[in-house]
C-alpha cells in the first residue's frame, strides 16, 4: 500500500473537511440559499486580497483570469511591459500579442527576480505604455517577484496599470491590495486556496475599472463589467461552479479563524524549512537571491537529472511533486508549500527527498536535512 501525497504546485492537496462541504447535494444557483453563499465568498476573497474593492469569481482555471486581465484593459496596438522570467511570464506576453497589444518583454534570467529600475526606465523612456504584467511568485522557478517596489513605480503614472499573477502568491504571502495599490491581482483556487481547480479570481482597482470602461476589445465570458453588475446583486453572470464555491467558502471560514498575519508566518516557515533542509542536504536552490514562499525549486545533484528525484518520489513514495520545464528540465525538482498541509508535512517532503537521494546512489548523510527543516519549525 502506498499514501499518496501531493506536493505539487497545483493542484494541492484538499481538506477532507473542504471535500465534505462540497459533497453536499448540489443547490440551484439561482436561489436565495446560493445568493449568500456568493456573498460569503465576497466578503471573504475581499479578506484575502486586502481591498475594499471588487474581486470577481470565474468558473475557470487561472488563465481564465490572465485572459480577462488583457482582454479587459487593453486596445489592440497598446503596449504593455510583460516581465518573462519564466513559464507564466511568457503568457502574459502571448495574451498581450493574442488580443493585439505590443507586448515590451523584460527578459529575466529563469530564477532571478526582476529589477524594478529596469520598469521604471521603460516607463519613463515611452509615456505610451498602458500595463505593466507580472508575476508575484513566478511558480515555474521559485521566484518571489518585487510586487511592492513595481507598485510604487507603476503608481507614479496615471495610464498605466499594475497587473500581478497572484496566482501562486495570494494567500501566501502578504500582498495588500489597497494598500499597495496593486490595480488587478489574479488568483487560481487549486493553489493556496486549497480548493480543486476550476475557480479563477480577479481583484480590480477604480484606476483599473476606468480602463475596463474604454476598452473595445472583444469578449464575451471575460467581460468583468458584466461579472461585476452580477456579484453586486450577489449572483453571477453565468452559471457557477457551485460546489466550489461552497468549498471556498469553508476554506476562507478557516482562514479567517487563522487570521492572515498567522497564515503568512506558517507558509513562511513551511518554505524556510524546506529550503533550509535542501540546504543541509548539500543541495543548491534554483531562485536563491528571492525565493518564493509558496514553491521551492532545487537544483539537483551535480550531473544527475533531477527527473529522476520527481519519478522516483512518485513511484516508489506515492508523492507527486514537479520537475523543471523547457531550460530547466532535468535541471530542478519543485516542491510546493501550499494546500492542506502542516509542518509535519514538511518534514515528510525533506525526509521523503533525502531517502530518495540515498536511494539514487547519491552520498548524503541521513537525517541532516529533517534535523535542520525542525530546528526551523521549531525555532531552534
Ligand atoms: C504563477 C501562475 N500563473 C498562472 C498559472 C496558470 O494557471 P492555470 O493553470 O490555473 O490556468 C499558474 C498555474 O500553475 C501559475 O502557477
Known sequence: MIKKRIYSPGPVDVSPYTSLEMAKPIIHHRTKEFEAVVAQCVEGLKYVFQTEGDV????SSGTGAMEGAVCNILNPGDKAICVRGGKFGERWSQLVSKFGGEPINIDVQWGQAVDPAVIADKLKADPGIRAVYMQASETSTGVEGPVREVAEIVGQCDGALLVVDGITAVGVM????????????????????????????????????????????PRYYFD???????????????????SLMIGLNQVLGEIKEEGLEALFARSASYAEAFRSGMKALGLRLFAPDSPSDSI????GPEGMDAGLIVKHLASKYGITIAGGQDDAKGKIFRVSHMGYLDALDMITAVAAVEMTLKELGQTVELGAGVRAAEEVLTGK
Open 224 to 242: 468583468w463589467t458584466k461579472e461585476r453588475k452580477s456579484l453586486g446583486k450577489n449572483t453571477t453572470a453565468y452559471t457557477p461552479a457551485v
Open 296 to 299: 521551492t525549486a532545487v537544483l
Open 56 to 59: 470577481l469569481i470565474f468558473a
Open 174 to 217: 502578504d500582498m495588500p491590495v489597497d494598500k499597495w495599490g496593486l490595480d488587478i491581482v489574479v488568483g487560481g483556487s487549486q493553489k493556496a486556496w486549497r480548493l480543486p481547480p476550476g475557480l479563477a479570481f480577479a481583484s480590480v482597482s477604480e484606476k483599473a475599472w476606468g480602463f475596463v470602461e474604454k476598452c473595445t476589445q
